[in-house]
Structures are given as structure tokens and as C-alpha cells.
T-cell receptor, first 111, second 114 residues
Framework: SQTIHQWPATLVQPVGSPLSLECTVE??????LYWYRQAAGRGLQLLFY??????ISSEVPQNLSASRPQDRQFILSSKKLLLSDSGFYLC??????????FGPGTRLTVT | AQSVTQPDIHITVSEGASLELRCNYS??????LFWYVQSPGQGLQLLLK??????LVQGIKGFEAEFKRSQSSFNLRKPSVHWSDAAEYFC????????????FGKGTKLSVKP
């Protein structure tokens, strides 16, 4: 069966520091992968999606970037964090019928 | 462009009472439709999905949803709510033939009174 992992689970970082969040999927190959950010009361905001290795689409201009160095690995990065980057970050992969399956999430607090 | 509206930000029901969470969507054709549930600090769990066929869809945890094309709605229902159903619920819509991107509503928080 398929599983999706995210780490770290929580992170507290100072403003201006770099960021790297990792997402890995097991049990499937060449999945579509997604990064979302969730802020209180604002639902889910799609940040990036990837249909394959090295293929990244950005949905919103921002301080973040994404990379997909391996088939089942998706990384969210930033060179310098802003206070506004705080939030709950979710990774997801797409199943065979367009449904998406989510990881447990990373809570990022920028101080 | 697709959009999803969940009109109720917060709903409180008594344990054992019935539940209906509303979802309206905007899309030119028949979309894929989903309901997800999220407990605090956790990821989203898929409750059910609609692609085609029978407009009444059964999901996990005793939930069901009905697709009504004429009303552009996909409301989630449960006949008897349990305290463990307290969570946030998200409706999502996906376009057929697209990259598979979903548009999510802003969510409805469900509280359950004992």
C-alpha cells in the first residue's frame, strides 16, 4: 500500500534562515506530487505541483521553491524565511482517480 | 474558473443528531468532487469521492454525499454524529482532463456537543 511521509513534523526557525521540508512517497511510481500551505481560516493554498522528476509548476509567486530530485521525493525550500511563511505545510500525491492523499504535515513557525 | 464554497464556517451539533455540511461548486461541466476531514494538527483524510454514475456516494466513517447537478452542490451527510466526528471538513473539486489539481473550499469546523 502507499504511504506518504513528511519531516520534520514541527519546525521553529528565525526570520532570514533557510528552510528545507521533505516529502517522500512509498508504494507508487511517478506520482503527481503537491505542496500546500494551510493558514488558519484560509483553507488550503496550492504552492507547487510536480508531474515528474525535475518538473515543477508554481501556483503562486512567493519566497519558496520546490524541487523533485527523485521520483518519489518532493522538497520545499526557502533561502530566507519570512514571518508570513509560518503555517502548516502539507504534501500530497495523486491517486488513479484524481483523488489526493495527504501526508501528516509540517508545522512551521517563523519567529 | 473552478471555485468551491462552503457557506458554513462553524457548525455545532449534538451527539446523535444528524449532520449536513454544505458545498457548492462552480464549474462548466461535471467535475470530480471530494470530501476530506482533518483533525487538529493532522493531514487531510479522504472521506469520499464522486466521479460519475450514482449521485449518492457512500464513504468511510458512515458519511455519504449527494451530487445535485441542478444545484451545483455536493453536500455531506451523516445520520448520527459521534463525538469523534468533531473536526474540520473540506470539500474539493477537480476538473476532468486536467493535471489533477484540486480546488478546496475554506472548510467547515464541526463541533459536537455531548
Amino acid at each position: 500500500s502507499q504511504t506518504i511521509h513528511q519531516w520534520p513534523a514541527t519546525l521553529v526557525q528565525p526570520v532570514g534562515s533557510p528552510l528545507s521540508l521533505e516529502c517522500t512517497v512509498e508504494g507508487t511510481s511517478n506520482p503527481n506530487l503537491y505542496w500546500y500551505r494551510q493558514a488558519a481560516g484560509r483553507g488550503l493554498q496550492l504552492l507547487f505541483y510536480s508531474v515528474g522528476i525535475g518538473q515543477i509548476s508554481s501556483e503562486v509567486p512567493q519566497n519558496l521553491s520546490a524541487s523533485r530530485p527523485q521520483d518519489r521525493q518532493f522538497i520545499l525550500s526557502s533561502k530566507k524565511l519570512l514571518l508570513s511563511d509560518s503555517g502548516f505545510y502539507l504534501c500530497a500525491w495523486r491517486g488513479g482517480s484524481h483523488e489526493q492523499y495527504f501526508g501528516p504535515g509540517t508545522r512551521l513557525t517563523v519567529t | 474558473a473552478q471555485s468551491v464554497t462552503q457557506p458554513d464556517i462553524h457548525i455545532t451539533v449534538s451527539e446523535g443528531a444528524s449532520l449536513e455540511l454544505r458545498c457548492n461548486y462552480s464549474y462548466g461541466a461535471t467535475p470530480y468532487l471530494f470530501w476530506y476531514v482533518q483533525s487538529p494538527g493532522q493531514g487531510l483524510q479522504l472521506l469520499l469521492k464522486y466521479f460519475s454514475g450514482d449521485t449518492l456516494v457512500q464513504g468511510i466513517k458512515g458519511f455519504e454525499a449527494e451530487f445535485k447537478r441542478s444545484q451545483s452542490s455536493f453536500n455531506l451527510r451523516k445520520p448520527s454524529v459521534h463525538w469523534s466526528d468533531a473536526a474540520e471538513y473540506f470539500c474539493a473539486v477537480g476538473a476532468r482532463g486536467s493535471q489533477g489539481n484540486l480546488i478546496f473550499g475554506k472548510g467547515t469546523k464541526l463541533s459536537v456537543k455531548p
